[in-house]
């Protein structure tokens, strides 16, 4: 639907239809024109971002009632030979949650996969949509602010940079899941001592 030439002449605009259509469609991904605007006009590279971000976020809810009213069938429409990829979605669901859009929203994972997979899912939709704005939103800023500091020489580093980064907060968010996780399911002292005196 369309190349990246066509959304470059609509400009701003163009970046929001791309970011939000590429949430659950296959459509080339917004950072490709994100790279393009932000070296053309450096001093808007915030607001390409935002715009990025919020389209996407938006495009993400829509790609999640796609998944929760189509269910599979549409899922294998659109994503015919990625099936094992859902298999790999559900699987991060079931051990990290709302941790795995994160990862899915913030790396050159196809976002469009975890979006349409959470709706069908059933995942907690207001965790869905702040892992998606949290997610987006750090991949899109990282890359307008890198560019708009260091510009065009450092262009082709952006994905090493993006996963250097994502690799950091993804294991920061595993750690913190993991910790919370024993946290729940530790009993407190009192429930032990309570077991004890019940058993005698």
Not at 8 to 21: K, M
Not at 42 to 50: D, E, R, S
Not at 67 to 80: D, E, Q, S, V, Y
Not at 140 to 169: C, N, P, W
């Amino acid at each position: 639907m369309f190349d990246i030439e066509f959304y470059r002449q609509l400009g701003t605009l163009g970046l929001a239809i791309n970011s939000f259509v590429e949430s659950f469609f296959l459509v080339p991904p917004p950072d490709f024109l994100l790279i393009i605007l932000d070296l053309a006009n450096p001093k808007k590279a915030l607001f390409y971002a935002f715009i990025c971000t919020v389209a996407s976020a938006f495009g993400g809810i829509v790609g999640y009632f796609i998944g929760k009213f189509g269910g599979r069938p549409i899922f294998n429409f659109l994503f015919r030979n990625k099936h094992a990829q859902f298999e790999k979605v559900e699987t991060l669901y079931n051990k990290y949650g709302a941790v795995a859009v994160l990862f899915a929203a913030f790396t050159p994972i196809p976002y469009k996969v975890f979006t349409i997979a959470s709706g069908i899912l059933n995942m907690n939709f207001w965790q869905f949509t702040l892992a998606s704005v949290v997610g987006r939103g750090m991949r899109f800023f990282i890359v307008s602010l890198v560019l708009m500091f260091f510009g065009e020489a450092v262009k082709q580093y952006l994905e090493l940079i993006i996963l250097a980064v994502t690799v950091v907060i993804i294991l920061f968010f595993v750690v913190l899941y993991k910790k919370r996780h024993k946290i729940t399911t530790t009993p407190k002292n009192n429930d032990v001592e309570s077991e004890v005196v019940e058993k005698q």
